[in-house]
């Protein structure tokens, strides 16, 4: 199979990487990119037209999807198309792998709702949505990827066509007892519920609406308790939800044992997953980094207020001075008195840059080590400490970044 890009450059194929109904994914060789060949039935104008809409959604669109990229041909015939080649494991198969972490299957469940809202947002539907259709690349922070973005559902404004799903894998009540998919338009509610389909699964590790009981197939059974709103995890011996929080559990409840009517949308479970991943990491903290994590927004405070009232004190105290102009003194404070505030209203990560901009502030300002100067002996030598330690820690940094 000989393929070529538009611009004639050609395409030499590796091995095959996927396979499905519509045709085959190859890697390409002497490159980072695979390549979507499909069946010669599947390579219609529409199918064309389809892909060449994608590409252009894709520019507006920030999903963390495997977009096309550009077009390849056999024998002067559209064949495919090329797009990144990612790396990594299936999440189906991460899901039913009993070494992944808890922690790692509610971020790679984070990251899967991120990327359907960001399409949802921007009027795209996947249909096809199961664990299958994402990707953990591999890399020292893997990051879930979409692919098989063509078989989404997907509008071309400009020229007033809308481009439906193809089959799924799996059946979300808008899709039981539906033929030909091909034929129907759905909405972002499909995905809704298949969503929460693919969170339970990669968190559980099995199907939320598998009783694991029954002799009926397991499509037909899911596509049974989807329609009867029958929750068959809770029918497991032991089985719990609690664990995963109560925003989670009433998330799933409203899924699949609720009346049906508004099914969770992905932004729901990316907030109840996100805080989720925050009482995660925190308890994964040692005891030691807790503490400190925890002090940081005190001394985020405290640090820029005693240089603020020190500077105060000269000002109001201190009528020799002649060498610091009283203007210095009064921005240092105002400067302060900002730092302590932005730290008590924002929390932590506004206070670790609160404490270092005013260890800055005290090397390089003289209104400010004049008014350390004039403190005790004891918080001089707190104040001085705590201002070199971070100026040298700074200069180590950018010693790193010139080496590097």
């Known amino acids: 199979m000989e393929l070529k890009t538009e611009t004639g450059v050609s395409v030499a ?94 971020r790679y469940a984070f990251e899967i709702c991120i990327i359907v809202d960001d399409l949802h947002k921007s009027g795209i539907v996947m249909g096809d949505l199961s664990l299958s259709n994402f990707v953990a690349s591999w ?17 071309d404004d400009e020229e007033g066509v809308c481009y439906p799903t193809t089959e799924s894998r799996e059946k979300s009540l808008e899709m039981i007892d539906r033929g030909n998919l091909g034929t129907y338009f759905l909405t972002s509610r499909s995905d809704d519920f298949l969503l929460a389909c693919a969170v339970f699964e990669l968190l559980f590790g099995v199907h939320p609406l598998d009783g694991g009981q029954s002799d009926v197939p397991p499509a ?51 907030l109840a997953l996100g805080d989720l991943l925050d009482e995660l990491y925190d308890g994964g903290r040692s005891f030691m980094t807790r503490v400190l994590v925890g002090l940081a927004r005190v001394v985020g405070v405290a640090f820029p207020a005693a ?77 001085c400490a705590g201002a070199g330690y971070t100026d040298g820690a700074l200069e180590r940094v950018n010693l790193l970044l010139q080496k590097g």
């Open 220 to 270: 037909q059974c899911r596509q049974q308790n989807a329609k009867s709103r029958t929750f068959a995890f809770l029918e497991r011996p032991g089985a719990e939800l609690s664990f995963v929080g109560k925003d989670l559990e009433s998330l799933f409840m409203r899924s699949f044992a609720g009346d049906g009517k508004v099914v969770p949308a992905a932004s729901e479970y990316a």
């Open 13 to 106: 194929l590796g091995g095959e990487i996927g396979r499905g109904g519509r045709g085959s994914v190859y890697a390409a060789l002497g490159g980072k990119k695979a390549v979507k060949v499909f069946k010669a039935q599947s390579r219609t104008e529409r199918r064309r037209k389809k892909v060449a809409c994608e590409r252009k959604l894709a520019t507006a669109c920030e999903a963390s999807v495997a977009w096309p990229l550009d077009d390849v041909f056999e024998d002067g015939s559209w064949a495919g198309y090329t797009m990144d080649h990612i790396v990594g494991r299936g999440l189906d198969e991460v899901s039913h792998d009993e070494d992944v972490s808890f922690v790692d299957r509610a």
């Open 307 to 383: 240089v603020a009232l020190l500077c105060l004190g000269v000002l109001l105290f201190d009528s020799t001075v002649a060498f610091v102009e009283t203007a210095d003194l009064k921005e240092c404070a105002l400067i302060c008195c900002a730092l302590a505030a932005g730290s008590a209203l924002f929390g932590r990560w506004f206070s670790f840059a609160s404490i270092a901009a005013t260890a800055l502030l005290l090397g390089y300002s003289d209104a400010a080590m004049y008014a350390v100067y004039a403190a005790p002996d004891t918080v001089q030598a707190m104040l």
């Open 139 to 155: 890399g020292r922070r893997s990051k879930v990827v979409a692919i098989d973005p063509d078989s989404f559902q997907v509008k």
